[in-house]
């Protein structure tokens, strides 16, 4: 696993979170405790821009790249229907 520290740029994954009952979506890093919203994905997404801005500004750059893990992702050929038990 590679630290963010480690990299000059680490490249951030945002998870995005539709809404289906109020509509627009949540964006957030899994990692640091800032959330974003908007009507569309590019809305939250800037949102929550602004809000690790405030996060990094209040804890620190350190703290915020401390908490930071890049995972591994690996693609698997599962069909989620064939693990069932029936």
Known sequence: MVHPTEQSEPQLIVELIADPDEG????????IPAYGEGETEEQAIADLRDALTGYVETFG???ALSRVVLPQVRRVDWDLKGLTRA
């Open 24 to 31: 627009g979506f949540t964006a957030r890093l899994p990692d």
């Open 61 to 63: 750059l350190e703290d």
